[in-house]
C-alpha cells in the first residue's frame, strides 16, 4: 500500500519561501505521477503540481508557475515543492498525491476529479503579510 507523508510546511511571509517534501514508500507502480493538490479554506482542491516518474519531466499550475518548482530525490524517495516568492493566496492545506493516470490528472482538476491512487494527509502552509 502506497504511504505519502508530507513535511516542510509551517508559517512564511509574502515575499518568502517555504520547501515542502513528499516522502513515498510501498510504491510498486511502474510508472506514476506524483505531485502537489492544494486548497484553500472555501475552495476547491487545485493542482499545483507534478512529476514524472517515466522521465522526469514536470508541470506546475499557471497560478505558481515561476514561483514553484517540483523535484526528486531519488535517494530519498522524495518529491520536493520549492516555494518561493509567497503570496497570500498561497496560504492553503496542501497534500501529496501520486497517480498512474498521469499529469492530466493536476491539469485537468477538478473537472476530471478521479484516478488518485494514494493521498497524503495534508500539510498547512500560512503565508502573511
Known amino acids: 500500500q502506497v504511504q505519502l507523508v508530507e513535511s516542510g510546511g509551517g508559517l512564511a511571509q509574502v515575499g518568502g519561501s517555504l520547501r515542502l517534501s513528499c516522502a513515498a514508500s510501498g510504491v510498486t507502480f511502474t510508472y506514476y505521477t506524483i505531485g502537489w493538490f492544494r486548497q484553500a479554506p472555501g475552495k476547491e482542491r487545485e493542482g499545483v503540481g507534478c512529476?514524472?516518474?517515466?522521465?522526469?519531466?514536470?508541470y506546475v499550475a499557471n497560478s505558481v508557475k515561476g514561483r514553484f518548482t517540483v523535484s526528486r530525490d531519488n535517494a530519498e524517495n522524495t518529491v520536493i515543492l520549492q516555494m518561493n516568492n509567497l503570496q497570500s493566496e498561497d496560504t492553503a492545506e496542501y497534500y501529496c498525491?501520486?497517480?498512474?493516470?498521469?499529469?492530466?490528472?493536476?491539469?485537468?482538476?477538478?473537472?476530471?476529479?478521479?484516478?488518485?491512487?494514494?493521498w497524503g494527509k495534508g500539510i498547512l502552509v500560512t503565508v502573511s503579510s
Open positions: 512529476l514524472s516518474s517515466h522521465d522526469n519531466s514536470t
Open positions: 498525491a501520486i497517480s498512474r493516470r498521469g499529469m492530466k490528472l493536476w491539469i485537468l482538476w477538478p473537472v476530471e476529479a478521479y484516478g488518485v491512487d494514494s
